[in-house]
């Protein structure tokens, strides 16, 4: 194991359904990240949090919103999704705020499927 | 555009021979080059972490090199096993002052090895 658990694994839902994605990770780090991993396609950084704060968004569409509420716990709240998000979403964490040599950890993924 | 190509894309080798995969970036101003191996349904797992000044760094059976000049990096694994069988992927990191960065992702190579 990583340290780093996702929850759900699979997901299913609607266009119009709402739900949350949950990444927790147990190494006492405090950056923490998500990916969007579709088929044939390189992973995409999404959302980049350090100490709590974002640091980073790569222009993800507002249906997409994260939370972060402590540096253990990290939320991918999802709403009106289109089928095209459908992906592994990945959650890492790395020691420190991004940098140079921070090594990620990565968990192993919710499976999404937008009906 | 930073960029990342990895081939070949695919690669179906019988356990206990060698192989080499290959990334070629164009990211500038380089930072580092990682390489992680994926499982099916799971998580990106690092292998190695080179800087600018390292060209060689392995891992048991995983050796990467680096050739800064021509851009160019390699993951040799020896002896290969039913367990190598994975997606490997190349991830270079540009480095635009203090803790500011970007990861490029390569789309990684799928290798499958058969008894």
């Known amino acids: 194991e990583t340290g780093v658990t996702q929850t759900p694994r699979h997901l299913v839902m609607g266009m119009t359904n709402k739900k949350s994605l949950k990444c927790e990770q147990h190494l006492g780090h405090n950056a923490m990240y998500w990916y969007k991993q579709s088929a044939k396609k390189p992973l995409e950084l999404m959302f980049v949090y350090s100490l709590e704060e974002r640091v980073e968004n790569n222009s993800v569409p507002s249906r997409f919103s994260p939370e972060c509420p402590n540096s253990s716990h990290l939320f991918l709240h999802l709403h009106t999704l289109q089928p095209e998000d459908s992906a592994l979403y990945l959650c890492?964490?790395?020691?420190?705020?991004?940098?140079?040599?921070?090594?990620?950890?990565f968990g192993p993924g919710t499976r999404l499927t937008v009906l | 555009k930073n960029q990342v190509e990895q081939s070949p894309q695919s690669l179906i080798i019988l356990e206990g021979k060698n192989c080499t995969l290959q990334?070629?970036?164009?990211?500038?101003?380089?930072?580092?080059l990682r390489w992680y191996k994926q499982d099916t349904g799971r998580g990106p797992v690092s292998l190695t972490i080179?800087?600018?000044?390292?060209n060689t760094k392995s891992n048991g059976r995983y050796t990467a090199t680096l050739d800064a000049d021509t851009k160019q990096s390699s993951l040799h694994i020896t002896a290969s096993q039913l367990s190598d069988s994975a997606s490997y992927i190349c991830v270079v990191s540009d480095m635009r002052g203090g803790s500011n960065y970007k990861l490029t992702f390569g789309k990684g190579t799928l290798l499958t090895v058969n008894p």
């Open positions: 890492a964490s790395s020691q420190d705020s991004p940098g140079t040599l921070n090594e990620q950890f």
């Open positions: 990334c070629n970036y164009t990211v500038s101003p380089f930072s580092n």
């Open positions: 080179m800087t600018f000044s390292e």
